[in-house]
């Protein structure tokens, strides 16, 4: 990381000092974070070499049998197996990088340690696991009830993680705090989120072209591209770039959750702090 000062996490903000602070805060603490990220890409791409290939939509499927044979050819056992163990990966990204943001906001300096996110990630794996499932099939009730619905959910309740790594209240609590946090805080929390999902999305685009060129090649029967070497390639190229750029919104997002703290709390908590200490420090003088 920069030896730049830390970073004033805990402030009152608004929508553009919360882009600009989260654009520092990226800046300052990507290459931290990435660094102890490294680990995880040689097991994803373990994950996608084993992973089936998948199977050609046939081009008559006349009657229900050849359906259930193309879909049984998809949901195989091993693909479904290791679908989940590439979800418990990105779910342990977004861990670390909220744990990371946890113990920088506590820190005197800014100094993380890798080793100190990774025992907080496996601390709070199992239970956030738990938590997620629920809060996923929440937003998919939602969502098949209405589009709306569960967009609105996810964005009420999307701080849950961040409320239990940083407050150490319970999980239903947790989803509490966060709808409490967003909840004079909607629209700006959505916007905010969307901007910088679309500055990925962007990014995650250029990483798949190679992905892109493969499934054109495989449609025009160019050898070559439809390869499963190249297959096997652009699919690791585009699975090395969700994990270089999904750091990048989970920082975003944890910025504007100490916004949102902040306000809702009515104070400057690491100004208090700090005071605190001095006023502490200045007490032992006399």
């Known amino acids: 990381m920069d030896s730049t000062k830390k970073i004033k996490l805990f402030t009152n903000r608004d929508f553009s000092d919360n882009f600009d602070l989260s654009l520092t805060f990226i800046k300052q603490n990507y290459g931290a974070v990435i660094k102890g990220l490294l680990i995880l890409i040689p097991l994803v ?3 996608q070499f084993l992973m089936p290939a998948t199977p050609q939509v046939p081009s008559n499927m006349n009657n229900m049998e050849d359906v259930l044979a193309f879909y049984a050819e998809i949901f195989t056992p091993a693909r479904i197996g290791l679908s989940l ?18 113990l920088y906001s506590k820190s005197a300096d800014g100094e993380v340690k890798i080793g100190d996110v990774w025992n907080k990630v496996m601390k709070v794996f199992l239970p956030i696991l738990l938590a997620t499932i629920l ?5 998919s009730v939602g969502l098949m009830l209405c589009l709306i619905p569960g967009i609105i ?3 009420y309740c999307g701080f849950f993680p961040y409320v239990y790594l940083n407050e150490e209240k319970g999980i239903f609590s947790s989803f509490q705090r966060s709808f409490d946090l967003v909840k004079d805080n909607w629209w700006v929390t959505f916007g905010f989120g969307f901007v910088f999902l679309i500055l990925l999305t962007i990014g995650y685009i250029i990483f798949s072209i190679p992905a892109f060129i493969a499934g054109f090649g495989m449609a025009i029967g160019f050898d070559f591209f439809g390869s499963s070497t190249f297959t096997y390639i652009a699919a690791a190229i585009a699975q090395t770039g969700g994990i270089l750029l999904s750091p990048i919104l989970y920082m975003a997002l944890g910025v504007m959750y100490y916004g949102h703290r902040c306000k809702a709390d009515g104070t400057d908590m690491e100004t208090d702090i700090d005071q605190i200490g001095t006023d502490e420090e200045n007490t032992s003088n006399y």
């Open 45 to 47: 791409l373990i994950i």
């Open 153 to 155: 959910l996810f964005v």
């Open 85 to 102: 163990i590439s979800w418990l990966v990105s779910l342990a990204l977004m861990l670390y990088v909220i744990s990371y943001m946890a």
């Open 135 to 139: 809060f996923c099939i929440a937003f």
